[in-house]
């Protein structure tokens, strides 16, 4: 069984910051792509930032040059920093990783969710 644990959302006034993390546990034999995603009222989820096993990262155009993806293989983390926040960033945000669990067998594997709210 492997677990993803989001930390760090909350409440900002638009134009502050929020970072958010989230760590993956158990049975891990390595992970893939990880990445963030969000979902509104009333919307579809959506695709905030991807960070490939390489490093390779891919934002939203909603996002770009606003938020930055990062993780540390070592710890199984990734990182979230959102800067510039606007009302229309609020949203569950979740934590999305391709974990594989042996040689044969990846699991798509989700967080619980944290609520991001921004004021104006």
């Known amino acids: 069984q492997v677990q993803l644990v989001e930390s760090g959302g909350g409440l900002v006034q638009a134009g502050g910051s929020l970072r958010l993390s989230c760590e993956a546990s158990?049975?891990?034999?390595?992970?893939?792509?990880m990445g963030w995603y969000r979902q509104a009222p009333g919307k579809q989820r959506e695709m905030v930032a991807d960070i490939t096993g390489g490093g390779s990262t891919f934002y939203a155009d909603s996002v770009k040059g606003r938020f930055t993806i990062s993780r540390d293989n070592s710890k199984n983390t990734v990182n979230l920093q959102m800067n510039s926040l606007k009302p229309e960033d609020t949203a569950v945000y979740y934590c999305n990783a391709q974990i594989r669990v042996s040689l044969w067998r990846q699991v798509d594997s989700w967080g619980q969710g944290t609520q991001v709210t921004v004021s104006s």
């Open positions: 158990g049975s891990i034999f390595s992970i893939n792509g």
